[in-house]
Nanobody, 119 residues
Framework: QVQLVESGGGLVQAGDSLRLSCVAS????????MGWFRQSPGKERTFVAR????????QYEKSVKGRFTISTDSAQNTVYLQMNSLKPEDTAVYYC????????????WGQGTQVTVFS
């Protein structure tokens, strides 16, 4: 099993930046894909970005492309989400997830960190 702990959320003004971090521990070698998802009140959890630790592939949800950047540290046990030019519609609880690149499925989740953007 993989344990994930997110941090870095907060309350910011539109146009500001935040960097979310997710530290993975446990059997990290069993999960080669790391992703960020978000959930707004009353809405379903949706994909934001992902990175593969095995093939280096990266994907972004269309609305964040060009504003958000996903990356990992050299040990690949921490995944970051740099969020620039934040908008009120980015307000959500952001979740880190670990899964499998080949299947595209995520089965390990963090507890989430709140991001609130006011105009």
């Amino acid at each position: 099993q993989v344990q994930l702990v997110e941090s870095g959320g907060g309350l910011v003004q539109a146009g500001d930046s935040l960097r979310l971090s997710c530290v993975a521990s446990g059997r990290t070698e069993s999960r080669d894909d790391m992703g960020w998802f978000r959930q707004s009140p009353g809405k379903e959890r949706t994909f934001v970005a992902r990175i593969s630790r095995s093939d280096g592939s990266i994907q972004y949800e269309k609305s964040v492309k060009g504003r958000f950047t996903i990356s990992t540290d050299s040990a690949q046990n921490t995944v970051y989400l740099q969020m620039n030019s934040l908008k009120p519609e980015d307000t959500a609880v952001y979740y880190c997830a670990a899964g499998d690149t080949a299947s595209g499925r995520y089965d390990c989740w963090g507890q989430g960190t709140q991001v609130t953007v006011f105009s």
